[in-house]
């Protein structure tokens, strides 16, 4: 199963540059990955990316801009970013359809790979039935990571509740990156399905993205370093 270093990618979720630096420097040598997303990046730019890029130069980067476009634009966003960055991970919505998801591979360059995003976990039932879908909201989940992985992507972002039936759908190959991780003792805040990094790993996720937890932490560095010794410990214990 794909589960490389780094396998923990700290959001840093702030419009604030100065925060984000701070940030990388102090967690990005125990996490080893770091997450920009829409805020950070529509805040700062590409010069922001290279400012938390200068602030930790070892940590792997996964920019989380979740491409939506025509092929060929979304192809050209995946090359620059590619050629700027170097990123460990991009991702664009896997409802771009096939051929989208195709070409925005074909523009990968480096050691970047791709995720596609099924449905966002921020929709109900309730919000699904108004995309006038045949499938269940479930359903369609599983239909757009098994088109995610036919297409050749490298993997999905998931909730942590959807780890084993995408598992068995895709192969033991299949990157699963999972949000919405709550340690035993941390507050769930806006997260609805929550689970334990060691509960999500255990289960087959391949990655965890871990904002709050962390970078909401008095002290951000011993919580990042609690977490990752909580994973280790665990996966020793189990002898994976
Ligand atoms: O602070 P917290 O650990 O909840 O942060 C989770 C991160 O993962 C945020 O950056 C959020 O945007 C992202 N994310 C998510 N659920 C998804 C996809 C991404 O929470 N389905």
């Known amino acids: 199963m794909i589960r490389d270093n780094p396998f923990v990618f700290c959001a840093l979720d702030t419009d604030n540059l100065a925060e984000a630096q701070k940030w990388a420097k102090e967690i990005g040598p125990i996490t080893g990955g770091l997450k920009l997303g829409l805020e950070f990046v529509n805040s700062h730019g590409p010069q922001g990316i290279e400012a938390v890029q200068n602030a930790c130069p ?51 360059e480096g050691h970047a790979r791709l995720l596609g995003v099924t449905i966002l976990t921020s929709m109900d039932e309730e919000e699904f039935a108004h995309m006038a879908c045949k499938n269940s909201l479930t359903e369609h989940v599983l239909h757009l990571a098994a088109l995610t992985h036919k297409t050749g992507l490298n993997g999905v972002v998931c909730s942590a509740h959807e780890i084993q039936p995408i598992r068995e759908l895709c192969g033991p190959n299949f990157v699963l990156m999972v949000p919405g991780i709550r340690p035993k003792d941390a507050s769930t805040a806006d997260q609805k399905r929550v689970m334990t990094p060691e509960q999500a790993m255990q289960n087959g996720a391949t990655h965890l993205v871990i904002g709050r937890p962390i970078t909401g932490a008095k002290d951000p560095a011993s919580a990042a370093e609690r977490i990752m010794e909580d994973i280790q410990k665990n996966r020793h214990h189990k002898g994976s």
């Open 58 to 108: 070892s940590a792997e980067l996964f920019i989380d801009l979740k491409f939506h476009d025509i092929p060929n634009t979304v192809a050209r966003a995946v090359r620059t970013i590619c050629r700027n960055f170097d990123p460990a991970y991009l991702n664009v919505h896997a409802a771009g359809g096939p051929a989208m998801m195709r070409t925005a591979k074909e523009a990968l």
